[in-house]
């Protein structure tokens, strides 16, 4: 007696083509942002290696490769032999040690423009406890030519930050004085309590030398910076999770229970601006972030070899 088995149902494919193209064009987006400099290979990987299934992780390693400027199709095809990557392989689907060659690569060599070697302006923005003062950290110990701004704040030293370095910690009064003298490049009133603001003349000062200068700000001071430095390149840092941040923030315990609370809720507030800036970059782990943030200030040297 023949078995009944059920009927497979008809394939829709004009659903299935229009599917298809979406998925085309959508790809076809991430390697346009990467030529134009709007995204950078860096993050474009991260995405990948954090969802295998989405459009990033869709990229075969080949195109996304050939959308970054400098790189044509016979050095990318030198670069896969040399990095161990089959040409079939898609971004999501890399070995451990293959993304690791490929991150490797990315953090070695300039993406930005070409024939840009203007210093620049970068402003680091994100919610609280994201990790801006961790990357910035980073940066200043393994970055030597970044420029990093300090800041003068009249909030009292946490435990571990140094005068000079990690702030300027000023009292009103002083704090008064710099915004009347037309010191400050930009100033805040930050989380309803304490000012911050950045010194201007060491930041013309850098910029006039040819270093390029890290700003990292709140999200007022980066609106301020933007207004008057049309220039600037504003980078948003994004927690991999609001969970994650949750557990940054409580973990660190700095705040009250109470001033953790609101610091959410501001923290809600500020990731809804993140559309603002040019560029966003996860800080999923701080020297990942900071290599980020740093590629895109064009100090990064090509390898000779590639």
Same mark, same amino acid.
């Given at each position: 007696?023949?078995?009944? /088995?059920?009927? *497979?149902?008809? $394939? ?6 229009? #599917? ?14 990467? !030529? ?9 990987? &991260? ?22 400027? !400098? ?6 095809? /030198? ?7 089959? *040409?079939?392989? /898609? =971004?999501?689907?890399? @070995? ?19 024939? &840009?070697?203007? #210093?620049?302006?970068? $402003? =680091?923005? @994100? ?20 420029? +990093?701004?300090? &800041? ?6 946490? *435990?571990?930050? $140094? ?20 010191? +400050? ?13 950045? *010194? ?12 390029? $200068? ?13 207004? #008057? ?8 840092? =994004? ?5 994650? +941040? ?25 990731? !809804? ?22 590629? =895109? ?10």
């Amino acid at each position: 007696m023949a078995e009944n /088995r059920p009927t *497979p149902p008809d $394939v829709d494919r004009v659903a299935a083509s229009r #599917a298809a193209v979406a998925a085309r064009r959508a790809r076809a987006a991430v390697k346009a942002e990467i !030529a134009a400099g709007k995204r950078t290979p860096l993050a474009v990987l &991260s995405a990948a290696i954090e969802h295998p299934d989405g459009v990033e992780g869709r990229l075969r390693a080949t195109e996304f490769l050939v959308s970054i400027p !400098a790189i044509g199709v016979t050095k990318m095809r /030198r670069i896969m032999t040399q990095l161990e990557i089959s *040409p079939s392989k /898609r =971004l999501g689907g890399l @070995g451990k040690h293959q993304r690791d060659r490929l991150r490797e690569f990315l953090a070695n060599r300039t993406v930005s423009r070409r024939g &840009s070697t203007d #210093a620049h302006l970068v $402003v =680091l923005a @994100g919610p609280t406890a994201v990790g801006k003062g961790a990357v910035a950290g980073y940066i200043r110990e393994n970055y030597p030519d970044v420029h +990093l701004s300090v &800041s003068a704040t009249t909030r009292a030293p946490r *435990p571990g930050e $140094v005068e000079g370095k990690s702030y300027f910690f000023v009292s009103d009064a002083e704090f008064d004085r710099m915004v009347a003298s037309g010191e +400050l490049l930009e100033w805040a009133v930050v989380h309803n309590a304490f000012r911050y603001g950045t *010194p201007r003349e060491p930041v013309e000062q850098a910029l006039a030398s040819g270093h390029s $200068v890290l700003l990292e700000i709140d999200l007022q001071g980066a609106r301020s910076v933007r207004a #008057a430095m049309s220039e600037a390149r504003m980078v948003f840092l =994004l927690p991999p999770s609001w969970d994650e +941040l949750v557990r940054r923030l409580i973990g660190r315990g700095t705040e009250s229970p109470a001033e953790q609370a609101r610091r959410l809720e501001t923290a809600k507030l500020e990731l !809804a601006a993140q559309d603002e800036f040019d560029f966003r970059v996860v800080n999923q782990e701080v020297n990942v972030a900071a290599r980020e943030v740093v590629d =895109l200030m064009n100090l990064r040297k090509a390898p000779s070899l590639l």
